[in-house]
């Protein structure tokens, strides 16, 4: 069965950088787009950053652009965040999901404090 993974949250200053990592199973991930998304105590969950099957293409949320960086390595079928400059507005649960089999992850909490 399909299978996410979500790793790599904690507690970071602002400033600071999180790298979060997915690990995929159960599916044909190397022919499937995968996103992150995040939810704030409070707010809708809201879509951080989406990445094409092949990594050829990547798309990011206005409010992280510059700041965040999506990748993936298909050979060991992993999704991976890249989170730079992390600001307070960013803290919130990140979730790992495949939008062809609607699954998402357990999340991983990301929190941003001095």
């Known amino acids: 069965q399909v299978q996410l993974v979500e790793s790599g949250g904690g507690l970071v200053q602002p400033g600071g950088s999180l790298r979060l990592s997915c690990a995929a199973s159960g599916f044909d991930f190397s022919n499937r787009a995968m996103s992150w998304y995040r939810q704030a105590p409070g707010k809708e969950r809201e879509l951080v950053a989406t990445?094409?099957?092949?990594?050829?293409?990547?798309n990011y949320a206005d409010s992280v652009k510059g700041r965040f960086t999506i990748s993936r390595d298909n050979n060991k079928s992993t999704v991976h965040l890249q989170m730079n400059s992390l600001k307070a507005e960013d803290m919130a649960v990140y979730y790992c999901y495949v939008g062809r089999y609607k699954y998402w992850g357990q999340g991983t909490q990301v929190t941003v404090s001095s």
């Open positions: 990445i094409s099957s092949t990594g050829g293409s990547t």
